[in-house]
């Protein structure tokens, strides 16, 4: 005997076999699992004093995770010193998000987190 749906009032019960009912039910959560969607992360790394020309060319990266459907995890890593640029990589951020917004919108605003200014942005739908 096996209870089936334990808040119904009175509560379900069938006779069946136990160990088919737990294939079955693994079966249905595999199924499940399957289907659903999975968020994949794609970074971006930039410097303080990052070049006009690398900067577009990350870009065009960028806008190719966005329109493939990935989340874009933009961050200014500051090496050493550097960490005195933070205004720099602040704008360089804010730059990028200005140049992808008709790609994507910022999900997160650039925020410092130890050596790294991290931004996200996500896809926009279709």
Known sequence: MVEISPKAVPPVCKVIDYKKFLYEQKKREKAQKSKA??????????GPNTD???????KKHA????QDGAKL????????????YK???HILLLRLATELEEYG??????KLEGKRMIMYIAPKKK
């Open 52 to 58: 006009e020309h690398d900067f577009e060319f990350k």
């Open 63 to 66: 806008i190719k995770f966005l």
């Open 73 to 84: 995890k933009a961050f200014v890593f500051f090496k050493g010193r550097s960490i005195i």
């Open 87 to 89: 205004d720099q990589g």
């Open 37 to 46: 969607t999975k968020v994949v992360v794609k970074e971006i790394r930039f």
């Open 105 to 110: 919108k910022v999900e997160q605003m650039p």
